[in-house]
């Protein structure tokens, strides 16, 4: 796991650096905003913190970001909102896309977190009959699941976080903003509650 780990943050870095851009270079605000009619997220609606992460189902990174949730709900209680975006990455994860669009029929019949967990713990068994498998293990009806996944309309709703991913700075995954503004730091439970109490930016919630 260190050994791809490694591999898959040196990739990341040397894309970037093949395209000319720099951190310094790219957006830093969360664009769209927050939005909790929209986003998948876990804590409380009255919460003063939010931290949102672009993902990856297929990402060791992310994978290893899991269990960050627990973490903060833990120092913060109910003062703390988890927010996650898609961002598979196609050229190095070619199951990430399937997963994230099963995630999203989940979504659609109330169990996207349940269905985020499932996929985590079993990162490396994401083929078609694995994530069928996710979906009966999760007693969805299975007939309105295979609709969702035909209709177009959820990777329609991809395309929306990609075009977020892209209009906020996220190259890689895991991307976390901090209350709105990109986080720079380490992707670790104590780095993200630093940052969050430091004050620093607006929650990063949709203003009308």
């Known amino acids: 796991m260190g050994l791809s780990w490694t591999l898959g943050w040196l990739v990341f870095r040397i894309a970037r650096d093949k395209l000319g851009e720099t951190d310094a270079d790219l957006p830093s605000v969360l664009t769209p905003a927050f939005d909790p ?3 998948h997220s876990r804590g409380s609606a009255d919460a003063s913190h939010i931290l949102v992460e672009y993902l990856d189902f297929e990402c060791p990174f992310c994978a290893r970001s899991t269990g ?3 973490d903060l709900r833990q120092h913060f209680g109910d003062d703390i909102r988890y927010v996650v975006r898609h961002l598979p990455l196609d050229d190095y994860h070619p199951r990430a896309r399937a997963a994230a669009l099963v995630s999203e029929a989940a979504a659609d019949q109330g169990k996207f977190w349940q269905m985020h967990d499932l996929l985590f713990a079993n990162q ?3 083929s078609d009959e ?3 498998s996710y979906a009966e293990q999760l007693g ?3 007939e309105r699941f295979a609709a969702d ?3 177009g309309r959820l990777e329609q709703r991809l395309a929306r976080h990609e075009e977020s991913a892209n209009a906020s700075g996220a190259m890689g995954t895991p991307t976390f903003y901090v209350n709105g503004h990109r986080h720079r730091g380490s992707h670790d439970a104590r780095s993200m509650i630093a940052d969050l109490e430091s004050g620093d930016g607006e929650p990063g919630r949709r203003r009308s």
């Open 68 to 70: 960050m949730w627990n």
């Open 140 to 142: 969805l009806d299975l």
């Open 124 to 126: 490396a068994h994401l």
């Open 130 to 132: 694995d994530l069928w």
């Open 149 to 151: 996944l035909a209709s």
């Open 37 to 39: 009619e929209l986003d």
